[in-house]
C-alpha cells in the first residue's frame, strides 16, 4: 500500500491535476472577489434582514392571523379578549415597528430594547 502511495504522488498527472485544482480555486476566488464588490452595499441590508427575521415573520402572522392568536392566548392564560388582544396589538406592533426600525437604520439600540421586552413578554 505504501508502495502504491508513492507511486501515485509521483506520476505526473497528479502535478497537472494539482495546478489545474490551484487555477479553479483562484478563478472561484477572483468571481467571489467581484460579486462581494458589487453586492457590498446591499450586503449590510441583507445582513441585518436576516437578523431579525424571525421577529417579522412573527410579526406579519400576528397580524394574518389575529383571530386565532387572541382566541389562543385567551384560551391558555385565561385573561379574556381584552388582555389577549393587547398582548397581540402589542407583539404586533412591538416586532414590526422594531423590525422598520432596524432596517431603516433609526434608534437601533432601542430597537433592539424593545425586542427583547417582547421576548420577556411572550415568555
Known amino acids: 500500500l505504501l508502495l502504491l502511495d508513492v507511486i501515485s504522488v ?3 498527472w497528479n502535478v497537472a491535476v494539482g495546478t489545474m485544482q490551484n487555477k479553479l480555486i483562484a478563478q472561484g476566488e477572483d468571481v467571489a472577489d467581484q460579486i462581494l464588490r458589487r453586492l457590498k452595499h446591499v450586503l449590510p441590508h441583507i445582513a441585518r434582514l436576516c437578523l431579525i427575521a424571525t421577529f417579522l ?13 387572541r382566541d389562543y392566548i385567551s ?3 385565561n385573561c379574556g379578549s381584552l388582555l389577549a388582544n393587547l398582548f397581540v396589538v402589542i407583539n404586533l406592533f412591538g416586532q414590526l415597528g422594531a423590525c422598520g426600525m432596524i432596517l431603516a437604520r433609526f434608534q437601533v439600540v432601542p430597537a433592539i430594547g ?9 415568555v
Request: charged share 15%; aromatic share 18%; proline share 4%.
Open 57 to 69: 415573520e412573527d410579526g406579519v402572522r400576528m397580524w394574518a392571523q389575529w383571530g386565532e392568536q
Open 10 to 12: 509521483s506520476w505526473p
Open 114 to 122: 424593545v425586542l427583547f421586552g417582547i421576548i420577556a413578554l411572550q
Open 75 to 77: 384560551s391558555t392564560w
